[in-house]
């Protein structure tokens, strides 16, 4: 398992950009698929984005595809979601995970670690 400590949350207007970090320690990061995932009020947790050990292949959520962005920097232990043209409905709790499965990356049974999350407000 990772540690993992997100940061970079807050209140935004529509429109906005955000960019979330999230410091993991622990020796698996680097050799593990990293993603995002979101809670809003009331709702499910729901997946995000996710990166490769590599940073070679991403697979992002139909909504967060064109307008968000997940990337890492292994020699950090670092983990990003870069946010852009930000909507009311993005206001969730955002939290990263570390996939320890070969199961889906919607698949929330195939993640071990995660961290407390950071708040995203998005206003009209």
């Known amino acids: 398992q990772v540690q993992l400590v997100e940061s970079g949350g807050g209140l935004v207007q529509a429109g906005g950009s955000l960019r979330l970090s999230c410091a993991a320690s622990?020796?698996?990061?680097?050799?593990?698929?990293m993603s995002w995932f979101r809670q809003a009020p009331g709702k499910e947790r729901e997946f995000v984005a996710a990166i490769s050990w590599d940073g070679d292949d991403t697979n992002y959520a139909d909504f967060a595809r064109g307008r968000f962005r997940i990337s890492r920097d292994n020699a950090k232990n670092m983990l990003y979601l870069g946010m852009n043209s930000l909507m009311p409905e993005d206001t969730a709790v955002y939290s990263c995970?570390?996939?320890?499965?070969?199961?889906?990356?919607?698949?929330?049974?195939?993640?071990?670690?995660w961290g407390q999350g950071t708040q995203v407000a998005v206003s009209s």
């Open positions: 995970a570390r996939k320890w499965s070969d199961t889906s990356d919607y698949d929330l049974t195939g993640y071990d670690s």
């Open positions: 622990g020796r698996t990061f680097r050799d593990s698929t």
